[in-house]
Each structure stands twice: as structure tokens, then as C-alpha cells.
């Protein structure tokens, strides 16, 4: 066994958890010509959002055969754009298995996580009725506490809030990008990029005081200055997501 620089140190990894904030691909069907097009199209209005992103394939919507599905092709094309296809989510079990067949990841799909989250044990709820001890105790955490940035975010800079809102009391320039797990509040004007809920919550919402961003999304949808500049700009907004759509609303009107 190799020294190591750390004493004390007996194997060369650990396993932790991990929260990463991924981008979902909603495929409805598939054809590798319009596929490759709309991606292009797509990554042409904000390419620096998609440097580099992880991205999973969500079948959840799918309506094409099954036998048109080529993983292959869709991870060399997403590629060809440094773009990482690293699983899929949903999908039936002729689907799955040609994800698996292209040594991509197995995400459950919407349902089956909420399956697994609102469903109760038998035997708590069983014996619950038998013992004076509830058969859940609640934990009372404290939330997560807001990252406070008093200076200028600048370009290039990045600002990260991994379990809470950012707060940014300063002008957040082009070039710049803000990101939180939950909501980001900008008092001053919002020329960068924003993304709240980076890791997946729907509830998250953007508020600035002047909308002037190059790109704002909220668990991974996202839209870019020109479609932003049709409602709101350079005034004073919340952003927050209803329908899977971002909805922009004037901050008297909230």
C-alpha cells in the first residue's frame, strides 16, 4: 500500500451523497436529423448554458415506437456539442433496456418517485394505533440559511448557493451567473444569467429589480433575453414556473 498525504487514510475513495443540478431532455419523439437541428437551435440561444451539462433523457412524454429510439445516436450528437447524456428517466421496459444497452443510467420516472416519497410503511401505520409513541416523529430542521452578496457580481464571476436563496445586493453584470438551490433575489439589476432551483425545486422563483438578463431558468427550464424582453424588461419582476412554463409577473402586482 502506497503512502498517502493524508494520515490515517486506509482506501483511496469514499461514497457520499451528492446533489448535482442536471438539465432534462422531454424527448416526444425521435429522428436523428430534426433531433440534431433542434439542438442546434436550442444551443445557439445560450451556449454557454450548455457547455459541459450533464443531461438526462426524459421518456416520460415519449410517443415514438420504441424502435426508433438510438441512445447511440443521441449521445454521439449531444456529444459533438460537449453535451453528456448520462441517463433516462421513465419509460417502458423495452425502452429502458435499450438505455441500459447503451450503458446509460436508469432514473424512476415522475410517478414512481412521488411513489416512493408519499408512500407510508405497513407496519407504521399498524402499529400506531397500538402504542402511545407516534409512529412518526417529525424533525424540526432549521432552513437552509441565504447566501448574502453585498458586492457587484462581475463578469465571469459565478456566485453558488448550494442549500438556500442567494441574495445579491448589488448589480449582477453580463457575463456573470447566480445560481441557488432555491430562490435568488437580486436588488439591483439583473444583466447575467440567474438559475434557481438548480436542483430541481419547482417552487423556486427569481425576483430582481430590473430584468435585463442574458438567460433565467428555474429547475432547468429556462429562457433567454429575447424571449424575456416581451414582458417585464428592465423593470422590477418575479419569475417562478407554472405549467412547466416561466411566467413573469411585476413585483406591485405579486
Known amino acids: 500500500m502506497s503512502e498517502t498525504a493524508i494520515p490515517g487514510v486506509k482506501h483511496c475513495f469514499q461514497l457520499k451523497s451528492a446533489s448535482v443540478s442536471m438539465t432534462a431532455l422531454e424527448l416526444y419523439f425521435f429522428d436523428d436529423g ?7 437551435d436550442k444551443i445557439s440561444q445560450a451556449p454557454g448554458f450548455f457547455k459541459d451539462i450533464p ?9 415514438g415506437l420504441s424502435s ?19 441517463g433516462v ?31 407510508v410503511p ?11 409513541t407516534p409512529a412518526r416523529v417529525e424533525s424540526h430542521r432549521e432552513p437552509a440559511p441565504a447566501k448574502i452578496i453585498n458586492q457587484p457580481v462581475r463578469s465571469g464571476q459565478q456566485v453558488y448557493a448550494p442549500a438556500g436563496d442567494l ?21 439591483g439589476p439583473l444583466r447575467g444569467r440567474a438559475l434557481a432551483g438548480i436542483h430541481g ?29 416581451d414582458n417585464g424588461w428592465k423593470t422590477a419582476v418575479q419569475i417562478q414556473l407554472r405549467d412547466d412554463l416561466l411566467v413573469v409577473t411585476p413585483l406591485e402586482k405579486a
Open 201 to 229: 425545486s419547482e417552487h423556486a422563483r427569481v425576483f430582481c429589480q430590473s430584468l435585463e438578463a442574458e438567460l433565467v431558468s428555474i429547475a432547468g427550464h429556462y429562457k433567454i433575453s429575447e424571449d424575456l424582453q
Open 167 to 187: 441574495i445579491v445586493l448589488a448589480p449582477v453584470q453580463a457575463g456573470a451567473e447566480v445560481l441557488a438551490a432555491g430562490n435568488v433575489h437580486v436588488y
Open 89 to 119: 428517466r421513465g419509460g417502458n421496459d423495452d425502452q429502458r433496456r435499450l438505455a441500459r444497452g447503451a450503458s446509460l443510467a436508469l432514473l424512476p420516472g415522475g410517478n414512481q418517485r412521488d411513489r416512493e416519497i408519499d408512500t
Open 34 to 40: 430534426e433531433f440534431e437541428s433542434t439542438l442546434r
Open 68 to 86: 426508433e429510439l438510438d441512445f447511440f445516436k443521441i449521445i454521439g450528437t449531444c456529444r459533438r456539442y460537449s453535451i453528456h447524456v448520462i
Open 122 to 132: 405497513e407496519a407504521e401505520t399498524t402499529g400506531a394505533a397500538d402504542s402511545p
Open 55 to 63: 443531461l438526462i433523457i426524459s421518456l416520460e412524454k415519449y410517443e
